[in-house]
């Protein structure tokens, strides 16, 4: 699986960001995707998920209601689109790519893009 994540940079509090995971086309329409981060001092955390038919969608209670992900299959992109945006989502932002069709553990993700930076400023 390679995996392409591009869109961070750098907001006000407020504000909002959308990244973009290119997934290769080796790789597959039919897995469940994700997006994580890792703040510094911080472990990494699941954001969110989508199941490859997108019915099935986990948001951590952190970014409930702020962010929304999505995926089109046909141009092998998954999306997090961030609004409102806290200081505290400051991180580098990953997406993975699960080795199931359905999101159930954040332990099944075993394919990782390489990361982009996102920071808040108040």
């Known amino acids: 699986v390679q995996l392409q994540a591009s869109g961070g940079g750098s907001v006000q509090a407020g504000g909002s960001l959308r990244l973009s995971c290119a997934v290769s086309?080796?790789?597959?329409?039919?897995?469940?995707m994700a997006w994580f981060r890792k703040a510094p001092g911080k472990e990494r955390e699941i954001v969110a998920a989508?199941?490859?038919?997108?019915?099935?969608?986990y948001y951590a209670d952190s970014v409930k209601g702020r962010f929304a992900i999505s995926r089109d299959n046909a141009e092998n992109t998954v999306y997090l689109q961030m609004n409102s945006l806290k200081p505290e989502d400051t991180a580098v932002y990953y997406c993975?790519?699960?080795?199931?069709?359905?999101?159930?553990?954040?332990?099944?993700?075993?394919?990782w893009g390489q990361g982009t930076q996102v920071t808040v400023s108040s």
């Open positions: 086309e080796r790789t597959h329409s039919n897995n469940a």
């Open positions: 989508l199941s490859w038919r997108g019915g099935t969608t």
């Open positions: 993975a790519a699960s080795r199931l069709s359905i999101y159930r553990s954040p332990s099944d993700f075993r394919s």
